[in-house]
């Protein structure tokens, strides 16, 4: 994947590959989720390629404090800038006409920013409401304390990740614990793709979110659901590749 590093409006490097099969191509920013990177998988190469296939180009990049980006503690307002500086530099790289997807927590700073020049959002497990986590599921004692002394976490990375730990701000888990979904969804202006699975927990909760929100977006917003689908996706990427790729060729045509 070509790599490219673009500036934050914190002037912090970020890392992102960026695929284009044609000068000025529809893009598509690729938004990762929580403590992941945009490699991680191989979700988003496998996205890339795909969507380069179709005639779209994207840019998947690293959020600040992740993957091979410059380091930062992890906030749901750092995200939103990263994002948003994602969309500045695929403009100025000659992408008049953007769509954004973002997997998991990718989704909800896709929702969060909302920018109003872009066509559509796209999201696969997003948490787009309150959800009720005990962080003593996820964290260990040592992290937990780490968290009420210094109000952040450090959370090791898995061996094949670009670095060995991220560090999350207690302010993010708060956002993940009290989102308003009705405050999120209102600030979308365009139709909106909520994929998720069955396959997990964590799918499952975040589908009932979805369900009980899609009332809340601009008409013309799906919900579809992908049997079996785990929260990271794994053996039905595919399937939720078609579902995007029929979603932009809707809502941004690779012909214009």
């Known amino acids: 994947m070509p790599r490219v590093t673009f500036r934050n409006a914190r002037e912090q490097r970020l890392a992102a590959d960026y695929v284009t099969p044609t000068p000025g191509a529809p893009l598509v920013v690729l938004a990762h989720g929580f403590g992941s990177e945009r490699r991680a998988r191989d979700r988003f190469p496998t996205v890339a390629r795909a969507f380069a296939a179709a005639g779209y180009a994207t840019l ?20 939103v800038e990263d994002l948003l500086a994602a969309i500045a530099y695929a403009r ?33 497990g997003a948490p787009t409401g309150p959800v009720d986590y005990d962080w ?33 701000d207690v302010s993010l888990l708060e956002e993940l614990v009290n989102c308003d979904q009705e405050a999120l969804f209102a600030r979308v202006p365009y139709p909106v793709l909520l994929i998720d699975g069955d396959g ?6 975040y589908l009932a979110l979805a369900r009980d929100g899609l009332r809340l977006l601009p008409r013309g917003s799906r919900l579809e659901v992908v049997a079996g689908c785990p929260h990271n996706l794994v053996g039905h990427l595919d399937e939720v590749i078609a579902l995007l790729l029929a979603w932009f060729a809707e809502h941004l045509p690779a012909a214009g």
Request: with cysteine; net charge negative.
């Open 136 to 168: 003593h599921d996820y964290f260990t004692a040592e992290q937990m304390d780490e968290l009420a002394r210094t109000g952040r976490v450090t959370m090791p990375q898995d061996g094949d990740r670009a670095r060995a730990a991220v560090v999350c």
């Open 92 to 124: 100025s790289l000659g992408h008049e006409r953007l769509g954004l997807f973002g997997h998991s927590l990718g989704g909800r700073v896709c929702l969060q920013a909302s920018p109003g020049d872009v066509a559509t959002i796209a999201t696969a």
């Open 200 to 205: 997990d927990e964590e799918e499952l909760e």
């Open 60 to 79: 998947a990049f690293d959020f600040a404090g992740s993957g091979e980006s410059d380091d930062e503690v992890l906030t749901l307002e750092h995200e």
